[in-house]
């Protein structure tokens, strides 16, 4: 008889079309479910109640409702105590409240629980060099780098603290290493190399002209330059980047003017004065840099 009714039968086939691909969209969104709790390292159904109670802190968070969300990561934490992905959650969450000793603890803590977890090494190292620990940053992105030694942004995050620490040639192999990129071009990456490695060579001049050694000093800053603008061409309208090209446009300035080349500084002086356009439409004027040229360009230019 449903053969018979064509109408009804194609509603019902229609409608069974319909189910079939729900169940197959299911099945697929559990199995991309559960590959994600798998690649969390989740292995009970406690942390698999963590995890839910971590997702909801984080949708919390960007309601900035943080009270709650604090709740939520400390349920987590009592589910799931040595539940790293919760742990390392809840310590960027208190590093971003500047809370820094419950950051450190909760990095500890998960540490403890799991050794051979790269991410947690390299993002505490980071979290550690916000907080101007060098040492303590090198020593945590160190142990990253050798569980991980493939990965290409820890040498990024290694190469930086050493710099800082005036560490400037090893600094700057690792950052050679950094560019070692293989397959697919990660341009973000490559514009985070070259404005690190820019400003290790610039690090790295100061060193050259406090041992009164001026060629190498300059020979550093024009190796600086000529990344910082690699930089600039791979990532136009980025802040941070014209800033870097401007204090180091400065400093050559500044180095020509100590030698007598005035006329030679000048161009370089310029180029701390003019303005850019960033994406966002804002115009960057750098202050600091621009008052340092104009300070400096008025001494040498008064005392020619």
Known sequence: KLDEDVKTLNILQSRYYEL?????????????????????????????IAFNYVKTAKNLIKN?????SDEYFKNAIKVAPTFSYA?????????????????????????????DNYHLFFTYG????????????????????????????????????????????????????????????NYRHMFITLHYQADN????????????DDDAGMFKLKQALDLIQMAIESRKGDKTLYILEKQICNNIA???????????AVPYFDRSFKKIKLINGIVLTSDYPMAEANYFLAYYAFNL
């Open 126 to 185: 980071i979290c550690l060099k916000k907080q101007q620990r060098i040492k303590d940053a090198i020593r945590v992105l160190e142990q990253a780098n050798e569980l991980n030694p493939e990965n290409l942004p820890i040498y990024n995050e290694l190469g930086r603290v050493y710099s800082f620490n005036g560490e400037y040639e090893k600094s700057n192999e690792l950052f050679e290493k950094a560019k070692n990129q293989k397959g697919y071009l």
């Open 201 to 212: 060579y610039r690090r790295w001049s100061e060193q050259f002209f406090q041992r009164k």
């Open 254 to 264: 500044i180095c020509l003017c100590k030698t007598g080349k005035f006329e030679d």
């Open 20 to 48: 079939s691909q729900q169940i197959e969209h299911m099945e697929k969104s559990k199995k991309a479910y559960d590959q994600s709790l798998f690649s969390l390292g989740i292995k009970s159904d406690d942390e698999k």
């Open 64 to 68: 900035g409702e943080y009270d709650k």
């Open 87 to 115: 742990l390392i959650e809840y310590a960027k969450f208190e590093f971003e409240r500047h809370h820094d000793h419950e950051s450190n603890s909760l990095f500890e803590q998960a540490i403890k629980s799991n050794k």
